[in-house]
């Protein structure tokens, strides 16, 4: 059939309709092969195909393709439909690459020149079919060759607006998929200007790009707050009718006001009094509106408003500055929580959790009590009810513990499953963190072993076990509860835990009753033995023979029981080692050294509850404890929130099953560690993911503002070492890798982000205090503002040491986490003594040398009481350390070291000798160093002396 222009390609509207036709899949595809033989014999034989005809023949096998048939021919024809002039053929161009054409392909580098030609065009409809291409296709190539040129036209005053519009969400799909390869801060201030732009398009597209930017380079896009405090007092103040082409509803440009108050959402509250007024105006506002009759009945016209509404109510929390406007947004979202619509209540119940942690709004919520407990018996549906849990524990505090606790016990008996485990660690950090009377927190943490079981993880039982060993006026209720506990028929294995260690311990104290004599609690828990798991099993032989110390009279019994051939001959070993050795220490020591040995548990360590830890690392997002209650001279800096009230400060070491019974306090149970391990363990309860360290030591050296913290030890760690961590807290680990050669020195700095969530706006920053710029060149290379959860970025940063120097240049770290801002500072680990080369010399020239060096400045000397056992080949570890060679055979005392090295700076090379001369009988050291330049050997004195 001859091709008629116009006639909107009846080609391929007949082929379509074949194909609708077939009666089978063999016809289907028999058609499309003829149809495909025929494409092909056209784009190789007919030189003469006009443009029409291609898009044709390109319509047909897109159109093949996405039947699910592959096609492998006809992509140079689609490029060269690009550089037609006319819309259809450009546009099916366009099409048939974005869709069939990989990033990848060959064929790339000339469809990235027909789209310059066409951003470069004046004609707006082949700007945007471009600009289209590349946000679908996206690639890396494509942001490098392109991403200078789109904003251009985003800023350009002769761009059409509806090409504006094209360009901002084009740099804004670009800057997601390839974020390394495009720099936009030198259009930061045009971009920002575009808020001010008179169409209202255009002003939602580049708000879009903006709170992007803005999360990566806050400081960089502050000037955008004053504009869109502006721009959104202009849509809340007008009326719908003001705004008819963007009025949804009878609501002005909800997706704007909402895009707006995101982007507010990236700052703290304004600081200019005018527009901080303003944007409390425009708040307001918005609350009032919320509260007028519907213009509509229409659904659109609620979810538009309440869109508006609950964003706004975002903002309101995030500034937390203003106590009106936070009440006014509880007692609006108190509203929603009996509303008929079931995203209504679950948006109110998780808005009011945030507004829970405000000291302004928290009695607000608190009224709201019996509404969400009704709501959590009665809601239908589960993430509702899971809201309605997390409201509960963040509204709670010492007045309504009790009352919240009971209420979340019974309703645990029958709740979701999915949400058991979560209940259950809420209510065990309830019960501990505001219990005033000990004997009810014992009494909750075992009802809820009753009532779920399954669910109570090991850190529950735990903790419930450390706080009552650390409290003396309750062992003797927990013993006797926990005993009357286990005599229940069905009992659950987490309670015979708890009752097997707390009886172990403090069983004498209710030994007194007949009804709990030590007899009747053996027979108890021997009585639940064989019911345990080979791990709890275990643990019961430790109970076994702490009483064999409590109670002598029982001791053959229990002696009866551990020779006993299941345990002498267990197929589990350590069960068979504890039962062998417990016998054999029962049998073997006498009366005092049993008592020794297995004397009462020391108290636990203070440090944070790992019950609290591990309910952070299931849902670090909806976690109270995340989220500090302010104070009224908040401003979103950690260093000025004021924490939550504080836990009970006993605290859960990480737990080892002991296999050693004899320790001078041993912990026969397995809830105790050496106190390195609790040191070392320490930081693995407050993080919800383990970042794997590249780096081989630990230190730390950093100052986080407006916290002290402690002595600069840690600096000086680095003074024989390169590598290492040189701050870690819960959110970030820094590390660094140093490599050092004459005067220059190359930093390798790992920033590993410890949570699961993005660390935004992250700005490290290397800055040289006072004469420290004209001693050191710095080049720090730039790190993406945005670190994944989990993930590390590297910073590589290049030093020339010009001159000596005293002081060491500081990395101010600075991001948002949790909407609040994080400063750390850190001194980097660049001191004189890493620039110093060792140099060999023979004893003659040693001393030559160190007799013309013999002016005072040139000399510094130190006598020096030893903190470390003098052993030479540790002594000689930390010369070498410090760059500083050792010279053999000088020093008639083979005791004594020589050393020499000299100091490479731009400016000059500085010759050093020293001489460590150690006195073991005194303890002391003599350290005499020195220098060709005036000052130097002091200031290597001081960094040596550290180290000894």
């Known amino acids: 059939m001859p091709a008629v222009k116009g006639d909107g390609m009846r080609g391929l509207a007949v082929f379509i309709s074949d194909i609708r036709n077939c009666k089978s899949k063999e016809a289907e595809i028999k058609r499309i092969n003829k149809e495909l033989a025929n494409i092909r014999s056209k784009f190789k034989g007919d030189k003469t195909l006009d443009g029409y005809q291609k898009k044709k023949y390109v319509c047909k096998l897109l159109f093949i393709f996405l039947l699910g048939h592959d096609i492998d021919f006809g992509h140079m024809e689609a490029v060269n439909l690009l550089s037609s002039n006319k819309y259809l053929e450009k546009h099916i161009g366009y099409l048939f690459i974005s869709v069939l054409v990989s990033a990848s392909s060959d064929l790339m580098k000339l469809v990235i020149q027909s789209i310059k030609n066409d951003l470069a065009s004046q004609n707006p409809v082949h700007n945007n079919l471009a600009l289209q291409c590349i946000a679908n296709i996206g690639s890396k190539e494509m942001a490098e060759a392109l991403g200078q040129e789109i904003p251009k036209l985003l800023i350009s005053g002769n761009t059409n607006d509806s090409v504006k519009q094209s360009a901002a969400l084009c740099m804004l799909r670009l800057i997601r998929n390839t974020p390394e390869t495009i720099n936009m801060s030198e259009w930061a201030s045009r971009i920002i200007h575009l808020l001010n732009d008179q169409h209202m398009g255009v002003v939602t597209a580049a708000v879009s790009l903006m709170h992007v930017l803005s999360t990566k380079n806050a400081e960089e896009y502050k000037g955008c707050v004053t504009l869109a405090v502006s721009r959104l007092s202009r849509i809340v103040t007008s009326a719908y009718t003001d705004l008819q082409d963007y009025t949804y509803y009878f609501v002005p440009a909800p997706w704007l006001s909402v895009k707006l108050l995101r982007l507010l959402q990236n700052y703290p509250p304004p600081d200019d009094p005018a527009v901080k007024n303003r944007l409390t105006e425009c708040l307001e506002t918005i609350l009032n509106k919320a509260q007028e009759p519907p213009k ?14 609950f964003e706004a109510i975002n903002l309101i929390i995030h500034m937390d500055s203003e106590p009106n406007l936070l009440v006014r947004a509880c007692n609006q979202l108190g509203q929603f929580l009996q509303h008929r619509e079931t995203n209504l209540r679950y948006l109110a119940l998780e808005s009011m959790c945030l507004l829970a942690t405000s000291e302004f709004s928290h009695d607000a919520v608190k009224k709201h009590q019996e509404t969400v407990i009704t709501a959590l018996k009665t809601e239908r549906d589960v993430s509702v009810r899971q809201r309605a849990v997390d409201l509960l524990y963040a509204m709670c505090d010492r007045a309504n513990v009790e009352e919240i606790v009971h209420e979340m016990l019974s309703y645990l008996e029958m709740a979701d499953y999915s949400i058991r485990e979560e209940m259950v ?39 419930v076990i450390q706080i009552v060993i650390n409290r003396n006026d309750v062992q003797g209720y927990a013993a006797k509860t926990v005993f009357e506990a286990l005599q229940a028929p069905a009992c659950h294995e987490n309670m015979v835990k708890v009752g097997g260690y707390i009886l172990g311990e403090f069983g004498n104290l209710i030994a007194g009753d007949p009804r709990s004599s030590p007899m009747v609690q053996f027979q108890l828990i021997h009585s639940k033995f064989h019911l345990c798991s080979i791990p709890t099993r275990q643990l019961l032989l430790s109970t076994y023979v702490k009483f064999i110390n409590l109670f002598p009279e029982i001791k053959s019994h229990i002696q009866q029981i551990l020779r006993a051939d299941n345990h002498l001959r267990s197929a589990d070993v350590e069960l068979q080692q504890r039962a062998v050795e417990y016998m054999q220490l029962s049998t073997i020591a006498t009366t005092d050294v049993l008592a020794t040995v297995l004397e009462e548990m020391p108290a636990f360590p203070e440090r944070e509850s790992s019950i609290l830890a591990k309910l952070k690392k299931k849902r670090p997002d909806n976690n109270v404890e995340n989220r500090p209650l302010r104070s009224p001279a908040h401003t979103n800096n950690t260093e000025q929130a004021v924490a939550a009230p504080p836990v009970a400060k006993v605290h859960v070491p990480d737990i080892q099953v002991s296999t050693k019974p004899v320790a001078s306090t041993s912990d026969l149970l397995g809830l105790t560690a050496s106190t390195s391990s609790a040191k070392s363990s320490a930081p693995s309860a407050n993080y919800s993911g383990v970042l794997i360290d590249v780096l081989n030591d630990i230190g730390s050296s950093v100052s986080v503002t407006g916290i002290d913290s402690g002595p600069d030890d840690s600096f000086c760690k680095f003074v024989c070492k390169n590598n290492g961590v040189l701050f870690e807290n819960d959110l970030l680990q820094i590390g660094v890798k140093s490599e050092f050669r004459q005067n220059l020195c190359r930093l390798h700095l790992f920033y590993g982000n410890k949570t699961s969530f993005q660390l935004n706006s ?19 290379k730039p790190v993406d503002s945005v670190i994944e959860g989990g993930a590390q970025k590297q910073q590589l940063i290049n030093i020339e040491c010009l001159a000596d120097f005293v002081e060491a240049p500081v990395l101010l770290v600075q991001f948002l986490y949790n909407n609040a801002v994080q400063k750390i500072h850190v001194r980097l680990p660049v001191m004189l003594c890493k620039f110093i080369e060792p140099a060999q010399m023979d004893s003659a020239t040693f001393f030559q040398r160190w007799k013309l060096l013999c002016q005072p400045s040139q000399e510094g000397q130190k006598i020096i009481k030893a903190k470390q056992p003098m052993d030479h080949e540790q002594l000689k570890a930390k010369v070498l350390g410090v760059n500083l060679s050792v010279l053999d055979g000088i020093d008639p005392n083979p005791e004594n070291f020589v050393s020499a090295g000299i100091i490479h700076t731009a400016s000059a090379q500085i010759g050093c000798l020293a001489r460590l001369e150690p006195n073991r009988p005194a303890q002391m050291y003599r350290l005499t160093i020195r220098a060709s330049k005036d000052g130097v050997a002091a200031r290597l004195c001081d960094l040596l002396e550290t180290q000894l």
């Open 296 to 309: 509509s009945k229409k659904v659109q016209h609620s979810n538009a408003k309440n869109a508006v509404l």
């Open 762 to 780: 992250f700005v490290p920053d290397v800055r040289s205090p006072g004469v420290l710029a004209t001693q050191l060149s710095i080049q720090a």
């Open 425 to 463: 660690l809420k209510v065990a950090i309830l019960a501990e963190k505001y219990a005033v009377d000990y004997a009810w927190y014992v009494d909750t943490i075992l009802n809820l072993i009753r009532i779920a079981g399954d669910y109570v993880s090991e850190e529950v039982w735990y903790r």
